[in-house]
């Protein structure tokens, strides 16, 4: 008898069985789709996020882009790298506002330099732009 009533569901009205599975086949691709995003969705904005670089900068007090001030090495060891959140990360880097000559243009450009040894920083840069 079940199998009876199956069959006269599925064979009576064929359209009606079509629009049945079309909806449910949206249902599941809507659906897959939501959890898909709600499960890598903290993975994704944290990998993106890492990518822009650190959160916070301690810089010292007063300084501008103007000053050539810098912190002692022993404020590194102020910050605090256990907290309950998570664990921090903590680097030295210099910032720099360098003046780049460009030869193709004879213009020079203020390009920011970020890095831990000033003297391969500008190795670097002179590599990479006086390349022949």
């Known amino acids: 008898m079940f199998w009876r009533i199956i069959r006269r569901l599925l064979g009576a009205n064929r359209g009606r069985l079509f629009v049945i599975l079309l909806g449910l086949g949206a249902g599941a691709a809507v659906t897959a789709a939501l959890l898909n995003l709600q499960v890598d969705a903290k993975r994704r904005l944290t990998t993106e996020f890492r990518a ?11 300084s501008s882009a103007a000053s050539s001030e810098t912190l ?11 907290l309950p959140s998570g664990r921090v990360a903590v680097s030295s880097t210099l910032y720099m506002v360098a003046s780049v000559f460009v030869p ?6 203020a390009a ?21």
């Open 52 to 62: 822009f670089g650190p959160n916070v900068l301690i810089l010292p007090k007063g």
């Open 72 to 82: 002692p090495e022993s404020t590194v060891h102020l910050v605090p790298v256990n």
């Open 104 to 109: 193709q243009s004879g213009k020079s450009l």
């Open 112 to 132: 920011v330099v970020a890095g831990s040894n000033p003297l391969g920083v500008s190795n670097g840069l002179r590599a990479l732009l006086f390349r022949p």
